[in-house]
């Protein structure tokens, strides 16, 4: 059927362009994961079609291992276990209907499969524990980075940009204003404008030198080391 009309229609080979399109047009966009998708899907029934449709191409059902390998390189690890046991279970599943009999091709695919998929799937669990440890560490270090930076007698804010990005209890009570508050605010606006291009240099040198500059707090103004 396959080498004959099926391959040569042109139905047939319009739907295997638009698939094509389709596929690549989701893994474009923001609903990549819907292209990897459609894309294992279509490795699967390609690789089952050929199986049931051409004599002794049990061996091509080792193709599926594809499949999983896409799964896990971008889908979580429970569609990549979906994805490995489906590869699995498809092999005995289609067996019976295969044209001619192919125990060495069913054999080879079937062992294939297995040894891919434990492979894969130990490698995937692994890294996903990896990516849990270091989410873990770094949040410990940011909790220790706060208890450092709240402990801190003196007021103590860290500047990305020229903007706050933290700020201890100590600092937001220079301003009379919450540490939430003093968030993604400007320096330079804490000071006074006379003040403001000594800032703006100050923050520009490495390492930054210790400068008094006049703050506004509540309309009044204060010297701050």
Not at 74 to 90: D, E, Q
């Amino acid at each position: 059927i396959i080498e004959g009309d099926l391959m040569t229609h042109p139905v047939w080979l319009i739907g295997l362009n638009l698939l094509g399109i389709l596929t690549y047009l989701l893994a474009r966009s923001r609903h990549y994961q819907w292209g990897c998708i459609l894309e294992i899907l279509s490795m699967w029934a390609g690789s089952t079609i050929m199986a049931l449709t051409l004599p002794y191409q049990g061996h091509s059902l080792s193709f599926l291992i594809v499949p999983v390998l896409l799964s896990a390189t971008v889908l979580s690890f429970r569609f990549t276990l979906i994805t490995a046991i489906l590869s699995i279970i498809t092999v005995p599943a289609i067996s019976p209907f295969l044209p001619t009999p192919d125990y060495h091709g069913i054999l080879h695919a079937g062992l294939t499969l297995l040894a891919g998929n434990v492979f894969i799937l130990t490698a995937r669990l692994h890294q996903e524990r990896l990516v849990e440890q270091n989410a873990q560490a770094l949040l410990d270090r940011e909790v220790r980075h706060r208890r450092l930076l709240e402990a801190a007698y003196d007021g103590t804010a860290i500047i990305k940009d020229g903007r706050i990005a933290e700020a201890s209890t100590g600092f937001s009570k220079v301003f009379s204003r919450s540490p939430e508050d003093l968030l993604r605010a400007r320096l330079v606006e804490l000071v006074t404008p006379e003040c403001s291009r000594l800032v703006e240099a100050s923050l520009k040198e490495s390492p930054s030198r210790t400068i008094e500059v006049t703050v506004i707090v509540e309309d009044k103004r204060a010297w701050v080391e």
